[in-house]
């Protein structure tokens, strides 16, 4: 069984700084991508940044500049530099990871999301 656990999600200022984290567990033979969503109540999830197998990273143009996606694959982690953060910024934020569960069987797994409120 696959899980996702975020944390570091709270309450920062305008023009502050969190670093969320995330942790797989479970069988994996290979992590093809992992990558952060969010979402805010009544919308849809809205990608916030990826990373591939090869450290390939793609950043939606919200947070381009201001955000960003790594990964330390000994500890099975990956995390997200949140700077300069916005009101706008404010939502629930998704891990999500694509593995390779079985030979052949690739599966998308997500995290139960972690709040992040930006609020003076």
């Known amino acids: 069984q696959v899980q996702l656990v975020e944390s570091g999600g709270g309450l920062v200022q305008p023009g502050g700084s969190l670093r969320l984290s995330c942790v797989t567990t479970g069988t994996i033979f290979s992590i093809n991508a992992m990558g952060w969503y969010r979402q805010v109540a009544g919308k849809g999830r809205e990608l916030v940044a990826t990373?591939?197998?090869?450290?390939?990273?793609n950043y939606g143009d919200s947070v381009k500049g201001r955000f960003t996606i790594s990964r330390d694959t000994a500890r099975n982690m990956l995390y997200l530099q949140m700077s300069n953060l916005k009101p706008e910024d404010t939502a629930v934020y998704y891990c999500y990871c694509n593995a390779e569960v079985q030979i052949r069987l690739n599966l998308d797994y997500w995290g139960r999301g972690t709040l992040v409120t930006v609020s003076s």
């Open positions: 990373i591939t197998s090869a450290d390939i990273t």
